[in-house]
């Protein structure tokens, strides 16, 4: 099992910046694929970003503002958001899995935090 709890989360303007953290304990987790999805009101959860190895991935909607990185050493994630807008706003949620695909899929992973909210205001 694979326990991930998420901080960092908050009230930013937009334009700001927001670091998230995801660190995970219960196994080591180097070999696994990390994932961000983020959950605004009324809408499905969708894909943020995702990092296995050296190889990253974003949504096209953040590409060029966000930056996911891992510390194997701390087994954390993280996600440096910049350039912050209104539609970030979002519960974001970190997520783990054990195998590889389709990192774009929430269906790919198989342990997810409890997520926090991030709120930009205009």
């Known amino acids: 099992q694979v326990q991930l709890v998420e901080s960092g989360g908050g009230l930013a303007q937009a334009g700001g910046s927001l670091r998230l953290s995801c660190t995970a304990s219960?196994?080591?987790?180097?070999?696994?694929?990390m994932g961000w999805f983020r959950q605004a009101p009324g809408k499905e959860r969708e894909f943020v970003a995702a990092?296995?190895?050296?190889?990253?991935d974003w949504t096209d909607s953040v590409r060029g503002r966000f930056t996911i990185s891992r510390d194997n050493a701390k087994n954390t994630v993280y996600l440096q958001m910049n350039s912050l807008k209104p539609e970030d706003t979002a519960v974001y949620y970190c997520?783990?899995?054990?195998?590889?695909?389709?990192?774009?899929?929430?269906?790919?992973?198989?342990?997810w935090g409890q997520g926090t909210q991030v709120t930009v205001s205009s």
């Open positions: 990092i296995s190895g050296a190889s990253t």
């Open positions: 219960g196994r080591t987790f180097s070999s696994v694929v």
């Open positions: 997520a783990a899995a054990r195998g590889f695909g389709n990192y774009r899929s929430s269906s790919l992973y198989d342990y």
